[in-house]
């Protein structure tokens, strides 16, 4: 798949990671430029080998890869990140996020306890980053990169430390995009513990909004042209879970209903977008409901309960 959304802007290719042998679920997404070519998030480390068989099948080394830019540090969108910089790349990310790409013991700890012996299955090795590599950015800095031209946005929501980019037209959103696989009109959000929050996701929607956006660019999965109807059916998203929340939580259900309820309504959502239930696996692959029903869990006990 590859956009040039009009004659002056400059192509963007979608790369499938067939993250877990599924197709459609984590991109990485390739910018030529004059002198070699940029990576919009690089994938778990898990899928280093897929990544670079797209490479070279566009006509590139991986060591001309000279930058990748994070939207944020989750090890499906950052884990490959020290393995591109001990080829040489220059890593860009929010300044949040920068400590954990050099020492990422915490990060992978944290994800130790919520995956189990499943690491490395699912996400490889995750290299440190030397902080020679590392380029932090701030809000709206314009980042250069030969003939490109990326502006990060701060958009928190999903994590606290998470840029969305804006390239021409285009806007690569990262997580704060949602979840919406290619050919469907229907977005899943990723609430992953421990910074899920939903002020803040609504906060972002705002700032995208004030963007003109020809083409937005969620991580899982694709180009999509119809940028209004997907920053519309976010929010639609957020009231759903908020609505779902306020009946559900106080009920403290026990964790089995709990969950029972959270896949009640995503098939409820899914059917009412008309969605075809094969993409129902793909969408638990980019976005599992487990792992969002512990950040909506952290977020009620943190900003809800007791108002
Ligand atoms: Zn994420």
Not at 53 to 64: D, P, Q, R, Y
């Amino acid at each position: 798949m590859q956009i040039q959304p009009d004659s002056k802007a400059h192509p963007i290719y979608t790369l499938d990671l067939n993250f877990l042998g599924i197709e459609g679920a984590i991109a990485s997404y390739l910018i030529p430029h004059n002198h070699g070519a940029v990576l919009v998030e690089c994938g778990p480390g898990s899928t280093i080998p897929v990544l670079q068989a797209h490479l070279n099948s566009h006509g590139f080394n991986v060591s001309e890869i000279s930058d990748v830019l994070l939207t944020h540090i989750h090890l499906d969108h950052a884990g490959a990140s020290g393995w591109f910089a001990k080829q040489g790349a220059r890593i860009h990310v929010h300044p949040v996020g920068a400590p954990h790409l050099l020492n990422p013991q915490k990060l992978l700890s944290s994800a130790g306890r919520i995956y189990g012996d499943k690491m490395e299955l699912l996400w490889g090795d995750f290299l440190p980053v030397p902080e020679s590599q590392v380029v932090i950015h701030q809000d709206q800095e314009l980042i250069e990169i030969e003939n490109l031209t990326f502006r990060p946005l701060e958009t928190s929501g999903h994590a606290s430390h998470h840029f969305a980019y804006i390239l021409d037209g285009a806007c690569f959103s990262g997580d704060i995009g949602g979840v919406r696989m290619t050919g469907t009109r229907h977005i899943r959000l990723p609430m992953p513990p421990p910074e899920f929050h939903l002020e803040s996701w609504r906060h972002s929607l705002e700032i995208l909004r004030q963007e003109e956006i020809s083409h937005i660019i969620p991580t899982h999965f694709g180009i999509f042209t119809d940028p209004d109807w997907h920053l519309a059916a976010l929010d639609k998203a957020l009231d759903d879970i908020e609505n779902w929340m306020e009946e559900i939580m106080p009920q403290e259900l026990p964790s089995e209903e709990f969950k029972a309820e959270f896949l009640k309504l995503e098939s409820q959502r899914a059917q009412a977008d008309n969605i075809d239930p094969h993409f129902s696996n793909v969408y638990r692959t980019a976005n599992p409901p487990e792992i969002s029903l512990l950040g909506i869990q952290r977020y009620w006990r943190k900003f809800r309960q007791g108002e």
